[in-house]
């Protein structure tokens, strides 16, 4: 043996944890410096808001990226996180005096206009924060816990998970929508004002929100990184690549899809709630078809093996969204397709990719001067690796 | 006439002395352009022609117009930003209940204006908003009444678009013509944009009603009056009444499809008044000739010139002096004849039943003699 | 709920409820066939297809125009024109389609979904910019809009029938092009293994160019059909997508019958439990159900079972 | 009947065969020998057209085939059996086959064939998928005999194969290029199969020719070297 | 005979059919503690079949299949092999975006559910084991490199050090020196020779010169049944297995 492996390994692991924790440090510096400083509250708002969705992004970049495992009903998650917190604040701003004039006082005012006239019981539980905060996370990971048990048990996969996900997605939309006494219907649930009686449609507020947002998706990134640097993490690559070599090394390859589909459904509801908590509002356009592929849109872009990637992925789709419907409200549809396109075609890794085609090396070639001839005899990196 | 800027204007809006900025909100793409299309269209023309009067306390109307994209949170957004980035002193928009609900909030945290076109379902009532389409009782009672005299009506099936607006308004519906004595014997309610309408069809054929209701909205129009007619069902011999079918709908359908419905309405294009005969053709003129329009569209021109009207009483852009002196502005040029705003913040307006032709226009064949009050929260029907 | 009608009524009733499901199952079968051929057989998933199939719906607007205003003699027969122009329209812009984007994403049938999901907002603003955002109101042949009395109670729509005619014609030709032919074999051959087909000597870039454009074409005729039943808008393909993949999927991707049977099976559900329920809650449960189907059997109705 | 000039074949940046240079006279069975990775695979795919050349010629008879596609090649008449068989696998046995004959319009599957291959015959309505290994191997030849070559490129065709069949096989193929004149390359790594069958054995080591022997004066020794380092 | 509770490895009985062929047919046979049991045949002979039925790929139309006396027809591919048994496939089945090393780790018999991934350390006596492995199957020097770059022959070393790696009672490869050149096949043979301490091996193989190096005892299949079984000098010469298989 010529060189020990332990060695080898040091070496390469510790120029990752560089590079990825410095990254998210990177990030870190944007989010909760640059950002603030730049921008104004009400910017920095919309910023905010873009940034739940990263939250969703990043369960992808797991479940789609590294486990091959493609949801196209990750809206359902965000939008059910988004409910159980907007529950929460809908009862909180239907105090009876608050709602006084209604037929029955101290029930949401959907439900009033529905003749609804007592709270049905599943909300009841909605009045305590500790079990909304608790329900954000855990119902949606129940509820993707039993889909993805039924599915993955069944080895249902590939694109027929995705076409049945976004078929729960309808299934959930038409719900929402048909049971408006229960869930707001096709308005959502609207006009959120306060939690635990701190008004959160206020500047101050705001931005107390956006910082909150901002270390909770830091954190989440980070629990995603330890995910993904686990022995789990490889073997979720291991599985999308060769699925039954894993089942024939000894794993029970369902446990750790349903594990991933949860973890990324816990993820997007979390988003869903911060979503909520910043926007005021929560309702079932967050939770179909056409929400749901936009999320993949975000973390494709930004690269879908790259955690650091669908941050910026979904900031730049959404701000790229916001700005050319204001300034080209007649061709920002144009503009939009053809950037989805153009990512697919000329980046198929997105930003991620970009950044280790361009940007890496000569990084590398700065920071590494004495192994940098072995970067460039290395072979050619295959792309659908570069992120990763 | 003009008045000081600083005197107009205390709060900081988009207001300089010779110009006022306002916005406009509708989605321009995604499944609701459909329908907001001509409320767009209306805004523009009545406020370039308030603009040809020398605009509004000496100033001229610029507009801000920005995409809701069918898309309740992007209409929350594009609130915001109207009025906070862009601090207009009007904002012209929404045509959904959900959309209108979704900017409400905004509204009313910012402190803005918005004038609201659509026949909605009512039970709201804002200082921010000036409701110029009607609320649900104006536009259905008095249908009601006149089917149950004219046709006789005795029995009833309501089908709607699944969602609050259809669905209040049925409820409403439901209690007015239980009230009477007469009877539902069906109602079904389908996802927005559904095309299979031959199971509630044959259901409609099982219960022979003597008025199928429908407040269906959008595309799914197209598909309900194509199948109805297919299924051998005549609207001159089988009552229909709609509260959801305008001229511009009829554009989709097809007035051969549609031909013998009735429609419940405040307005229609064919309305024969001087103001409207002036309004129609502007709009063909600025719009093309093609073009048509229906009650949302004429309620949408209404907004600017309620809204000219009420600063030049109030003397000023502030919005808190807009909401108070909007109660009792009066329009005497408004195509459907003659409108004034409420306490409420609702139009005074008269109920008007049509009856579909085959090009696409209405006759209107009953008309109430005064102006309904309007009533968001109606007791008794909630 | 049946208390006050006749036997007779109900009777009628009965079999015009049939007939509805039959419609709807037609309905459903061509709206898939194309995305039989382009994601069954090829494996693309093309988000655009309900696009594809509203440019063929406003193929025939523009045909119904052009016709009833130069030809008014043709206007019973336009429809037929109207279906052929349709295919070679949407057929055409497929080809064009593949060439400068599918071609490129064989290997990532994921991507594809991606792309076309571009390629739909794209298509979709520029109907809106020709058509406009309103829909548009195609004018139907009178014959086609009649409905033809059975007996005194069972009336059954001709459009209905013509739609159901059309389906099975489509559903023939297709089976034979590509079950039958010497061309459907190679298809299949390149869509299995492109580098091989080539090797045997398939011209696999013809093969996938004409099969893209086959399955777009049918597509075209699809969205001409349904404005006879549906609406033309810009927006308006997307209502279908969902519907489209859910009947290919859950037919077992690869099987031409898979997908008549599974458009059987769900339009059935459906049209039985619009009757019994509502038509929000029939339509969840249609939902529930194929997805419990799938669930059982996860490659759909129909799979050729291959060894791995 | 082919010659091959200076052929130069890289994938990206690494070149993997390094101007070669060769010829293959009518009705001759070639074998190339070479060890693991030396650019056997590589050699049959660029004479077929699926990986590019990056220079060199590559002509069949008097026409130059380098820039055409593989369909077009095969057209020219070359047929290719690949290194893992490659079989489509949810088509039948006979669908298999039929596909070669897309290139000249064979209506249907030529005797002879089956009477190659008999278990081909017996499972023709099985998918080929479902074949065993060795079958699919069969099937392949078979799949690729159809396109009626003019030569024939065998990527290691013993692989999987029952010791009985492989020596069956080096009959046929002897067989085949008599009755049909055409010309065989086949890559090797068993010695004894391509001592049966070879008029001529050409040794590749990392792209290039190291050795050649013709028939009858094979330097064995040199050979099972040169194949074994 | 010998109690079947004796064996490692017992089948009985095995049978499986496709759309009514029988590809596998009454088939018993025994391996037993230690041995290189080779299963040579005529190509379609159902040698696959059956070790797909014994490590679960394939679900069996009759028979049994005892492992230490556990049945395996009833049990769930992993749980086929958290019992002892490793099956290495026809082509090379490895992690191609993976390094060598992290291969063979993911193979490492720790961890193996989902929070004990979460929580698996790459400790000493996992690197200690990765290196031993790496260096039985000559891949000592080939640790970080991604997988997808080896050669075949390394490939299918790889593979067989992802089983070992799982300390697998039983071993089952198929074809494991197809596509290999002169010298891996001799390597290849060393190695399953070396390895079989506390262990059996069960081999398909059509070369017969490498079952010559490795086999303890040779079952001939055919057609789905046993056509002579025995050791190899008495199975070359057994006239009926010269007459389908070996040739004359
Ligand atoms: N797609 C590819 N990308 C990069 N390198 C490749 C690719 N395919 C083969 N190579 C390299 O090219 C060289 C020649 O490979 P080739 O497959 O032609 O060898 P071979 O002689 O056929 O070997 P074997 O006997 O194992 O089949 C090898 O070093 C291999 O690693
Ligand atoms: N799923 C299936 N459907 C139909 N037939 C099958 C299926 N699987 C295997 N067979 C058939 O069963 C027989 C045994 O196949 P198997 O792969 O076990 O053979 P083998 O002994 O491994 O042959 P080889 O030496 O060629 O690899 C073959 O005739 C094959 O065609
Ligand atoms: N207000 C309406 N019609 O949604
Ligand atoms: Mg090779
Ligand atoms: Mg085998």
């Known amino acids: 043996m010529t060189r020990t492996p332990q060695s080898n390994l040091f070496g390469r692991s510790f120029w990752r944890i560089d590079g990825d924790i410095a990254g998210i440090l990177l990030l870190a510096a944007l989010l909760v410096i640059v950002l603030p400083l730049g921008l104004d509250i009400f910017r920095l708002n919309m910023v905010g808001k873009y940034l739940t969705y990263a939250f969703v992004a990043l369960g992808l970049v797991l479940c789609w990226g590294s486990a091959g495992i493609l949801s196209l009903g990750q809206g359902i998650f965000f939008g059910i996180g988004g409910y159980c917190m907007a529950m929460f604040l809908k009862l909180e701003a239907s105090s009876p005096e608050a709602t006084k004039i209604q037929s029955t006082p101290g029930i949401p005012d959907f439900m009033d206009w529905n003749q609804l006239k007592a709270l049905p019981w599943f909300w009841e539980p909605f009045h305590s924060l500790s079990f909304s905060i608790v329900a954000v996370v855990a119902v949606p990971a129940l509820l993707a816990f039993i889909v993805g048990l039924a599915m993955f048990k069944r080895r249902v996969g590939g694109v027929y998970f995705a076409i049945i996900t976004q078929a729960f997605a309808a299934i959930l939309t038409i719900l929402i929508v048909g049971q408006q006494g229960y869930t707001g219907g096709i308005n959502g649930i609207t006009d959120l004002r306060t939690l635990k009686g701190w008004d959160i449609r206020t500047d101050d507020a705001k931005l107390v929100l956006y910082f909150v947002n901002a270390a909770l998706l830091i954190g989440c990134l980070l629990l995603c990184l330890y995910v993904r640097r686990s022995k789990l993490g490889r073997i979720l690559v291991a599985l999308r690549d060769k699925e039954d070599r894993v089942r024939f090394s000894g794993y029970d390859v369902a446990n750790f899809k349903i594990f991933v589909f949860c973890f990324a459904a816990a993820l997007s509801a979390v988003g869903g709630a911060m979503f909520t908590l910043q926007v005021g509002f929560m309702s079932p356009s967050f939770v179909g078809i056409v929400p749901s592929i936009e999320m993949v849109i975000y973390c494709a872009v930004g690269g879908r093996l790259s955690l650091l990637g669908a941050v910026y992925g979904t900031l730049l789709v959404n701000w790229a969204k916001t700005m050319l419907s204001e300034s080209f409200p007649e061709l920002w549809l144009f503009a939009m397709g053809a950037l989805f396109i153009g990512v697919v075609m000329v980046f198929p890794n997105g930003l991620a990719g970009l950044y280790q085609q361009f940007i890496a090396p000569h990084l590398r070639r700065l920071t590494a001067r004495r192994s940098g001839g072995a970067a460039a005899g290395a072979p050619i990196i295959p792309p659908h690796t570069a992120a990763d | 006439q003009a008045l000081p800027t600083d005197a107009v204007n205390t709060t900081k809006l988009a207001v300089t002395d010779g110009t006022v900025k306002v916005g406009i909100l509708h989605s321009t793409t995604g499944t609701m352009a459909i329908s907001e299309t001509g409320s767009v269209q209306a805004e523009k023309l009545a406020i370039a022609q308030i603009n040809e009067m020398g605009g509004v306390l000496g100033r001229k109307i610029e507009v801000i117009q920005e995409d809701g994209a069918s898309d309740w949170p992007t209409f929350a957004e594009k609130a915001r930003k109207l009025l906070v980035e862009d601090k207009v002193a009007a904002v012209f928009g929404c045509w959904t209940s959900a959309s209108r609900k979704a900017v409400l909030p905004v509204f009313e945290q910012y402190n803005g204006m918005l004038y609201y076109p659509t026949f909605y379902e009512g039970l709201e009532q804002s200082k921010n908003v000036i409701y110029t389409g009607q609320e649900a009782t104006q536009q259905i009672l008095a249908g009601l009444d006149w089917v149950s005299n004219e046709k006789k009506a005795k029995t009833f099936f309501l089908i709607g678009s699944d969602y609050i607006w259809p669905r209040t308004s049925n409820k409403i519906a439901r209690k007015h013509i239980e009230m009477h004595g007469q009877k539902v014997v069906g109602e079904e309610y389908f996802p927005l944009g559904h095309t299979q309408f031959n199971s509630v069809i044959n259901k409609i054929k099982l219960t022979k009603p003597d008025v199928i209701y429908a407040s269906v909205v959008g595309g799914s129009n197209v598909a309900f009056y194509k199948q109805l007619k297919a299924a051998g069902i005549d609207l001159n011999k089988q009552t229909l009444m709609t509260i959801s079918v305008t001229e511009d709908e009829m554009l989709g359908i097809g007035g051969e499809n549609i031909a013998g419905a009735y429609a419940c309405m405040k307005y229609f294009q064919s309305l024969k008044n001087p103001n409207n005969e002036k309004f129609v053709a502007a709009f063909k003129k600025m719009w093309g000739g093609e073009s048509v329009i229906g009650d949302v569209t004429q309620a949408a021109y209404l907004g600017p010139w309620l809204w000219k009207l009420t600063a030049e009483k109030a003397k000023s852009f502030d919005i808190d002096k807009i909401a108070a002196a909007s109660p009792g502005i009066e329009f005497t040029g408004a195509p459907e004849g003659y409108v004034r705003i409420h306490e409420n913040h609702h139009l005074w307006s008269k109920t008007r039943v049509g009856r579909a032709r085959t090009d696409g226009q209405f006759d209107m064949v009953y008309e109430t003699a005064d102006l309904i009050e309007p009533n968001p929260f109606p007791k008794g029907y909630q | 709920m049946f208390e006050g009608y006749s036997l007779a009524e109900l009777g009628s009733i009965f079999a015009m409820q049939g007939f509805a499901g039959l419609i709807l199952f037609s309905v459903f079968v061509l709206m898939a066939l194309g995305l039989a051929i382009i994601f069954g057989q090829m494996g693309v998933i093309n988000m655009a297809h309900g696009e594809f199939m509203i440019l063929g719906a406003y193929v025939t607007y523009l045909c119904s125009n052009f016709i009833s205003s130069y030809a008014p003699a043709l206007f019973p027969a336009y429809f037929f024109i109207a279906m052929a122009l349709a295919f070679v329209a949407s057929g055409a812009l497929g080809m064009l389609v593949e060439w400068g984007m599918i071609r490129f994403l064989y290997r990532r049938p994921l991507d594809t979904l991606l792309a076309t999901w571009g390629l739909s907002l794209i298509l979709q603003q520029v109907f809106r910019s020709v058509f406009g955002a309103r829909e548009v109101g195609v004018v139907l042949p009178d014959w086609l809009m009649g409905s033809v009395a059975v007996t005194d109670t069972i009336e059954v729509p001709i459009n209905g029938l013509f739609v159901m005619g059309l389906t099975i014609a489509i559903t023939v030709v297709i089976y034979a092009v590509m079950f039958r032919s010497r061309w459907g074999q190679g298809v299949r051959a390149v869509m299995q293994n492109r580098v091989m087909a080539g090797a045997v000597g398939i011209n696999t870039e013809k093969v996938d160019r004409y099969t893209f454009g086959l399955g777009c074409g049918i597509a075209g005729v699809a969205g001409s059909a349904f404005t006879m039943v549906g609406s033309t808008g810009p927006t308006s393909g997307q209502l279908y997508i969902v519907d489209t993949f859910l009947v290919v999927v859950f037919g077992g991707a690869q099987s031409l019958i898979g997908t008549i049977a599974s458009a059987f099976t769900i339009s059935q559900a459906q049209s039985t439990m619009e009757f019994f329920l509502s038509g929000s809650t029939a339509k969840v449960l249609t939902l529930l159900t194929v997805v419990v189907i799938l669930m059982l059997r996860p490659q759909g109705l129909f799979v050729l079972k291959v060894r791995r | ?229 | 005979m010998a109690n079947p509770t004796d064996y490692l490895l017992a089948v009985e009985g095995l049978t499986v059919s496709f759309d009514g062929f029988k590809a596998v047919n009454d088939l018993s046979f025994y391996v037993d503690s230690n041995e290189i049991h080779v299963i040579i045949g005529p190509n379609g002979a159902g040698k696959t079949t059956v070790l797909d039925l014994i490590c679960g790929r394939t679900k069996a139309s009759g028979g049994s299949i005892k492992f230490r006396n556990r049945e395996l027809t009833a049990m769930k591919e992993h749980q086929i092999v958290k019992a002892g048994v490793g099956r290495k496939f026809q082509n090379p089945s490895i992690y191609d975006d993976l390094t060598v090393f992290e291969n063979l780790e993911i193979s490492y018999p720790r961890g193996r559910t989902v929070f004990g991934a979460l929580a698996f350390k790459r400790d000493a006596a996992v690197r200690e084991r990765v290196a031993e492995i790496a260096e039985m199957i000559f891949l000592a020097d080939h640790l970080d490199q991604r997988a997808e770059y080896l050669s075949h022959g390394q490939k299918q070393w790889l593979e067989i050090g992802m089983l070992l790696i799982q300390d697998p009672e039983l071993l089952m490869l198929d074809e494991p020196v197809a596509g290999m050149s002169v010298n891996e096949r001799k390597k290849t043979a060393e190695l399953l020779n070396r390895i079989i301490r506390n262990r059996s091996v069960l081999v398909i193989e059509h070369d017969m010169k490498f079952v010559e190096d490795i086999a303890h005892r040779v079952t001939v299949l055919h057609q789905g049944k046993i056509l002579s079984e025995g050791s190899m000098e008495r199975v070359k010469t057994d006239p009926k297995v010269v007459e389908v298989y070996l040739g004359h």
Do not use: C, W
């Open chain 4, 1 to 229: 009947m082919l010659s091959v000039n200076q052929l130069r074949v890289s994938y990206g940046e690494s070149e993997v065969l390094h101007g070669l240079d060769f010829t293959v006279a009518p009705n001759e069975i070639v074998a190339i020998m070479g060890r693991n990775g030396m650019g056997k695979t590589t050699l049959m795919k660029s004479l077929m057209g699926i990986v590019p050349a990056r220079s060199g010629a590559i002509r069949i008879g008097d026409s130059e085939i380098t820039g055409l596609k593989s369909y077009e090649r095969v057209a020219k008449g070359v047929a290719y059996v690949p290194q893992g068989r490659m079989i489509f696998p949810t088509m039948t046995v006979q669908e298999n086959i039929e596909t070669g004959l897309s290139v000249h319009g064979g209506r249907s599957v030529p005797g002879d064939l089956y009477e190659l291959f008999p278990v081909l015959l017996e499972m023709k309505g099985r998918r080929g998928g479902n074949l065993s290994g060795g079958q699919q191997q069969q099937l392949a030849i078979a799949r690729a005999l159809a396109t009626k070559p003019k030569v024939l490129l065998l990527d290691e065709p013993t692989e999987g194969i029952q010791p009985s069949i492989i020596r069956e096989m080096a009959r046929t193929l002897r067989r085949i290029r008599d009755e049909k004149g055409l010309s065989i390359i086949v890559s090797e790594q068993v010695l004894s199969f391509a001592l049966d069958i070879a008029d001529r054995v050409l040794v590749i080591e990392n792209g290039e020719i190291v050795h050649e022997d013709s028939r009858g004066a094979i330097d064995e020794a040199k050979v099972a070297r040169l194949l074994s380092v």
